[in-house]
């Protein structure tokens, strides 16, 4: 199942609403009617915490981060950061 798809000039995020009553951590309540829930789960997604961040951003920081970690096209590393940038390429190294 595909999560995220870019969809003209958006990431969108799709997962199914099953989901949200399937949690492998446990929680100390239960999904009893998923249906009620998803409204207030979507609500919560696109709301922001006490310092007014988006809940959402810290996934798509880590997403950004991992993507330019990962070899993504089109990335200038900056020169400062030329030591992170050697560790990179090290790490990625298959050569040995």
């Known amino acids: 199942m595909t999560i995220a798809t870019v969809e003209g000039d958006e990431i969108v995020i799709r997962f199914p609403v099953t989901a949200i009553s399937?949690?492998?951590?446990?929680?100390?309540f239960l999904v009893t009617d998923v249906a009620a829930l998803v409204l207030h789960v979507a609500r919560e997604?696109?709301?922001?915490?006490?310092?007014?961040r988006p809940?959402?951003?810290?996934?798509?920081?880590?997403a950004i981060i991992r993507a330019a970690e990962?070899?993504?096209p089109d990335i200038k590393w900056d020169d400062a950061s030329a030591e992170d940038r050697a560790?990179?390429?090290a790490e990625n190294d298959h050569s040995t």
Do not use: N
């Open 22 to 28: 399937c949690q492998p951590e446990p929680r100390r």
């Open 45 to 52: 997604i696109g709301d922001e915490d006490t310092g007014e």
């Open 55 to 62: 809940w959402i951003e810290p996934l798509v920081e880590a």
């Open 70 to 72: 990962c070899d993504a």
């Open 87 to 89: 560790l990179h390429e």
